[in-house]
């Protein structure tokens, strides 16, 4: 075979609403593929370009675009800035074979994804009558499945402010009312809880029916004999307990599954490390019967990337999915993501790699910063990274 290498490296920060941010690579080698990835990491915007450009010299060093073992940072933004080349890599691989990225992990295993709709960024008003409408629009968009995150009175570490605990359980209770019985809401708690308010929560949530309570304590180590006590009392009431969304590699969950600390578990595929990673992951979890659920709250590459891995892996409970929060979803990624139906989405139609790239035209307007590197280009002690 022909080597391929890669001759361009770019990353790209776009701002898509006032407060969300999404952030994307693209991959183009000698041959003229181009591969896209995300890294999306709210906040560490310029960490994760550094990241990403850090790594420009090792990929211009391969002499054929495909993935491989990258070492598996531990920070975040780094683990982020791997994950997004390695997605771009099967996308360039992919291309090249004429396949898509589902049959190229072993797949696929299943034609269409269940999804579960994330309002909480959809949800600008954030009464419980808030939570309310967004949860009948996605009712009425066909979710069988939906998320909220009820509790932005509470702080991880700070004291608990006097009737923060109720109003979340009023969310709760406002988007199960409009729901009813035949839709599952799922919480997600974002470690902001201490061990007596997580008890409070997830007696309060099996009266309301919850399906899952999600990252109700902060993970460490020390949590993990907490996190076990509550999935045991979620369970108690019918309910499951999730977490990890921020793990990188399979050493990060490890201490989770040994503690039996969750029913389900969440990696997310802008910072475990790689598909394959991931796929190693859903093994793991096969394995421990324990629910593999990947974290995809972000933008239309991260969601075109879990779908090809929720494809290929061997078990799944259902794929999260950021709803309504702004049209920029499909049109970043030109309208080609297929729309869910009745809470299920396909793989992107006739894919060979990921089947989806981004829209340069809707990317220029919405880019608010960046980097372009060349092979060509001598190791900057820095390739500059432009603002707008």
Request: proline content about 7%; overall charge negative; charged content about 20%.
């Amino acid at each position: 075979m022909m080597n391929d290498p890669v001759v361009r490296l770019s990353g790209h920060v776009a701002e898509v609403t006032r407060k969300t941010r999404w952030i994307f690579v693209e991959v183009e080698t000698a041959a003229g593929l181009t591969g896209v990835g995300e890294a999306s990491l709210n906040g560490q915007d310029r960490a994760v370009l550094e990241a990403i450009e850090a790594l420009s010299e090792a990929l211009f060093a391969l002499p054929h675009a495909a993935p491989g073992p990258w070492p598996l940072p531990m920070d975040l933004a780094a683990a982020a800035a791997v994950s997004a080349i390695d997605h771009a890599l099967w996308d360039i691989s992919g291309q090249r074979a004429g396949r898509s990225v589902a049959a190229m992990l072993g797949g696929p295993r299943r034609v269409t994804v269940p999804l579960y709709a994330n309002i909480n960024r959809r949800t600008l008003d954030r009464r419980p009558e808030g939570f309310g409408e967004s949860a009948r629009a996605a009712l009425a968009a066909g979710f069988t499945a939906v998320k909220i995150a009820p509790f932005d009175g509470v702080m991880p570490g700070m004291p608990i402010a006097e009737g923060a605990i109720g109003l979340g359980l009023d969310r709760i209770a406002a988007a199960r009312a409009v729901i009813g019985p035949g839709c599952d809401l799922l919480v997600d708690c974002h470690w902001r809880l201490t061990e007596p308010a997580a008890v409070e929560v997830i007696r309060a949530a099996a009266a309301a029916a919850v399906y899952w309570v999600e990252c109700p304590l902060p993970e460490t180590d020390d949590t993990l004999a907490a996190l076990r006590r509550l999935r045991g009392l979620a369970n108690a009431r019918g309910m499951r307990l999730a977490g990890c969304e921020l793990g990188i590699g399979a050493a990060g969950f490890a201490p989770f599954l040994r503690a039996g600390a969750y029913d389900v578990m969440m990696p997310d595929v802008k910072y475990v490390g790689g598909l394959a990673e991931m796929l190693r992951l859903s093994d793991n979890f096969a394995q421990a019967k324990i629910g593999f659920s990947p974290h995809n709250p972000t933008g239309p590459i991260c969601h075109a990337v879990s779908l090809h891995v929720c494809a290929a892996a061997p078990s799944l409970d259902r794929l999260e999915v950021q709803f309504d929060e702004t049209d920029l979803f499909g049109a970043l990624a030109g309208n080609a993501l297929p729309p869910p139906h009745g809470g299920i989405s396909a793989l992107p139609a006739d894919a060979a790699g990921l089947g989806v790239a981004l829209a340069p035209d809707v990317l220029r307007r919405q880019e608010v910063m960046g980097f372009v590197r060349h092979r060509r280009e001598p190791p900057s002690a820095g390739t500059a990274i432009y603002t707008k």
